[in-house]
């Protein structure tokens, strides 16, 4: 095995797949930083550059792409406000208000920092788990993917604030993702709901449109009312100096970064439970580690550690999504749906085979996730007291380029020109919500899990009945289900007693 | 009555969620089920709010300044989408970001020319030429798509 893992390092090594990592990176950077063409979208458009490639050569160019997309969608998210990739949405919540306290650059240096860690131990999760997670994937089916769509719902009360009225608004949003979600054709009885008789609609509402409207449009309004730069007033001499600090705190909340590392690969491991799962939960989780309510406050209004969870877990995933497909080829992600392809074009076929002939080549992609987070983390420290420095910029000269990365965006992820409409309307809404007090985090995580809540509810109930209630798994992620809505009140009525 | 902008979009939300309860009750029960798990408590909780926000009607402040930039973001994000509808991408963009520099942004017209060139040029770079990626070319010049 130790001689698999050294030869898989010296194949990414050597001249020509190290220069296409690099060149893979190097596009995927750029791609990272626009919201609608996620590293998804820009494996499939490269997918045809590498039909002359050998396996290892293709591996690290696709890869080195994709990993990097992932750190880099956290850039725009902390700068601007828009989520640079559609799944990392959770890094506005906190990266965001930091930038505009003036803390960009400590923020910027945690989510790379915290991307890398998690990176690392997603990387690592991937070499040793090959040969042991095979039961684990098998014993989820659909009761228990429903059960961890519902934990991930259940996070709500973790993203609400705190109050009666917080956590009515915040479950009211949840509900309102949710319902969003069921617009479209609904599979099992084909019955049309809420299209308006619009053809757009059938297919329901994406994610992108509705994501990056919730969150940057509000924001983008919000620095055209302030008439400022995005850091305000905040003093020029903080902007550049907390990259250190940044990544500092990564090492001070190391336990939690590793934590939130973990619930990454656990979430990448489970085909079909969502990419968009592992962030939110990560930051429920950061959330959830406060140590009372007064320390649960700051979340929300620019705290590092909102900022390090989902960075971790984020990067973590994709050591987890590639678990299950390459011991068993079943991708946990549109990307690994995408990247399986790859494999095929290669002649490769996960499975047992990735484990005993091609072993070099498994052990390449666990290199190449480490080695490509390793470059683009020291690149972007060089980098990053300039990209702060764009904070200062004044709102009236960033605003138009930040709507044409907003719009462009929003119509690069599915060629609708409605989808700009949509995008629109939602950042309307988004304004309102931000105004009156609604949180918006909790509509994004409802409307991301309510299609495969409503899907493997479906499925247990046809081939279960009630019985799939009963299942020692699913009791067991009902539990916890529980502790994770308990959880605040409890520490909240503690604090009181306290 | 006076009614605050925060009452009103309780009421919205509430009026939405009537909506899906309505439109859900004509569904056969498998399309129904989710849609009013969901509404039902949606409508509960949007009453409510309502009702909060119009006990707290006196302690709400109207920020009218804040209102009129928000409906002039708005105003122009909806002048973009009009422009890429009829232009296409490739010409809304540098039109978009000359008109907004110069208009709304005051700045000089010959800083506001060189960044719309920047941003075509990189629009163009980026999607044409390195990512081939389609645009619909607009209403006017595709002749409707």
Partial sequence: MLDALLQGLFL?????????????MALGFVVGLLPGIGGAATL???????????????????????????????????????????LSAATVVDGHPMAKNGEAARALGAALMSSLVGAVIGAAALAVS???VRPLVLTFGSPELFMVTIMGIACITSLSGQGTSAQLKGFAMGLLGL???TIGQERQSGILRFDFGLIYLWEGLDLIPVLV???????????AARGTAIAGNAPSAKLGAGVWEGIKDTFRHFWLVVRCSAVGVLVGILPGAGGGVAQWM??????????????RERFGKGDVRGVLGPGAANNSKEGGDLIPTIAFGVPGSGAMAILLGAFLIMGLHPGPEMLTKHLAVTYSMVWTLVIANVITVIACLALLPYLALV?????????????????VGSYTANRQLADLLVTLGFGAVGYLMMRFGWPRAPLVLGFVLGKLAETYLFISMARYGYAWLAQPLVLVLMALTALIIVFPYLQERRSHAN | MRISGAMAFSAGLAMVAAYAVLTALRWPPKAALFPLVTSIPL????????????????????APQETRAALGVLAWMAGFIALVFLLGFPLAVPLFIFGYLMIAGREPWLLSGALALAAWGAFHLLFEKLLHFPFDPGWLIGGGT
């Fill in chain 1, 12 to 24: 990414v090594l050597q001249w020509n797949a190290f220069s296409l990592m690099l060149v893979g």
């Fill in chain 1, 44 to 86: 499939a458009l490269m997918l045809p550059f590498v039909f002359k490639m050998s396996p290892v050569e293709a591996f690290a160019f696709l890869l080195g792409m994709h990993s990097v997309a992932a750190t880099t969608g956290d850039i725009t998210s902390i700068l601007f406000g828009v989520p640079g990739e559609a």
């Fill in chain 1, 130 to 132: 090959i040969p042991i």
């Fill in chain 1, 179 to 181: 319902l969003l979600a």
């Fill in chain 1, 213 to 223: 409207g919730i969150f940057a449009i509000p924001e983008i309004i919000d620095l």
């Fill in chain 1, 282 to 295: 990560a930051y429920a989780h950061a959330v959830q580690s406060a140590k009372d309510p007064a320390d």
């Fill in chain 1, 391 to 407: 904070t200062r910029i004044r709102g009236s000269l960033i605003i138009p380029f930040l709507l044409l990365l907003v719009f």
């Fill in chain 2, 43 to 62: 409508l509960v909780l949007a009453v409510v709010q309502m009702v909060t926000d119009w006990r707290a009607l006196s302690a709400s402040e109207d």
